[in-house]
């Protein structure tokens, strides 16, 4: 599974969509992201109905295709399969994902959230292409979020899973990209430090592209 392994490390940045904290559709944000060269987009929905985020969803991945952008939507295997998307997301408690892989084929990005090194060591066996690792510092925009790791506990599930690829998410801003980077991380998912802003999602992506 390299290809995947290539792309997080080339891009090194990893966007998460949001409606409720852009105001803007899935596919609105996608536009404003690959404009500011987001080249992975993780389609994530924790407010609308299935059908609403499928129709959404549809329009983003489209749009994504026409701009050479990868798509992978969080949570939601069922409608990973119906858009033949890039790639699913899946949470500790979502669909397993070896039954994700049997279901949308070797070809598929699957990653999978972790909060702590037994999860990590657990996870990176499991037949997926990266893990995500946070909260690394404190995020307003996840209720119910699990402790924070730290620069430290990176490091550590870094040295856990060897050159597993690796992307970390929670609180990562502009200030301290750089460092997350350099504790282990071969990718950083953003998403209040783009989306918080509308109007200034392409700048703010262009911007934190140029500086890491």
Do not use: C, W
């Not at 389609?43 to 489209?62: G, H, I, V, W, Y």
């Not at 599930?157 to 990562?172: C, K, N, Q």
């Not at 282990?184 to 989306?195: E, F, K, P, R, Y």
Request: proline fraction near 5%; aromatic fraction near 4%.
């Amino acid at each position: 599974m390299p290809q995947s392994s290539m792309l997080l490390r080339e891009t090194k940045i990893y966007p998460l969509t949001d409606v409720r904290l852009s105001g803007l559709s899935h596919a609105e944000q996608v536009v404003r992201l690959s404009n500011g060269g987001a080249k992975l987009i993780q389609l994530r929905e924790k407010n609308l109905t299935p059908r609403q985020f499928f129709k959404q969803a549809e329009e983003a991945s489209d749009i994504a295709r026409q701009r050479g952008v990868r798509i992978v939507i969080n949570d939601r295997v069922d409608i990973a399969l119906a858009l033949k998307a890039d790639g699913v997301h899946l949470g500790q408690g979502d669909f397993p994902p070896e039954a994700a892989r049997r279901l949308l084929g070797e070809e598929t990005i699957i990653g999978v959230s972790t909060h702590n090194v037994e999860q990590a060591r657990r996870a990176f066996r499991l037949p997926v292409n990266y893990l995500a690792i946070g909260p690394i510092f404190n995020t307003y925009s996840k209720s119910n979020s699990e402790p924070v790791l730290g620069l430290e506990g990176l490091r550590s599930v870094r040295d856990a899973i060897r050159d597993f690829p690796l992307v970390a998410i929670g609180g990562i801003t502009p200030a301290n990209a750089r460092e997350v980077l350099a504790a282990g991380a071969d990718a950083i998912a953003v998403l209040s430090a783009l989306l918080a802003k509308s109007n200034e999602i392409t700048e703010r992506t262009r911007k934190l592209m140029a500086e890491i």
